[in-house]
Nanobody, 127 residues
Framework: QVQLVESGGGLVQAGGSLRLSCTAS????????MGWFRQAPGKERDFVAG????????LYADSVKGRFIISRDNAKNTVYLQMDSLKPEDTAVYYC????????????????????WGQGTQVTVSS
């Protein structure tokens, strides 16, 4: 049974930074691509960033490019999202997700490619 547990959310002022962590268990972490998504109140869940199993290839939403960095430590079964220069519009619940077998880099943006999701962590950026 795959479990994903996020941590690191909180309240921060605009321009500040947070680092989210997501630790996975239940199957071989290093075999699977990982993604971060977010959902603001009344909005759909949107792709934020994704990372391939090796950590070599990453993909970002245009809205966070240059401000957020996704990384992973396969030895710790953990994926991170470093968020800098935060803006009020970054306020949302952030979810990490693990891709299913057979999906690749081209599927990183697709929520349907991720059968496993964490419970989410709230990020609130005040102006």
């Amino acid at each position: 049974q795959v479990q994903l547990v996020e941590s690191g959310g909180g309240l921060v002022q605009a321009g500040g930074s947070l680092r989210l962590s997501c630790t996975a268990s239940g199957r071989t972490f290093s075999n699977y691509n990982m993604g971060w998504f977010r959902q603001a109140p009344g909005k759909e869940r949107d792709f934020v960033a994704g990372d391939t199993w090796s950590g070599v290839s990453s993909l970002y939403a245009d809205s966070v490019k240059g401000r957020f960095i996704i990384s992973r430590d396969n030895a710790k079964n953990t994926v991170y999202l470093q968020m800098d220069s935060l803006k009020p519009e970054d306020t949302a619940v952030y979810y990490c997700a693990q891709q299913g077998a057979g999906y690749g880099y081209g599927d990183l943006r697709r929520p349907g490619a991720y059968p496993y999701w964490g419970q989410g962590t709230q990020v609130t950026v005040s102006s």
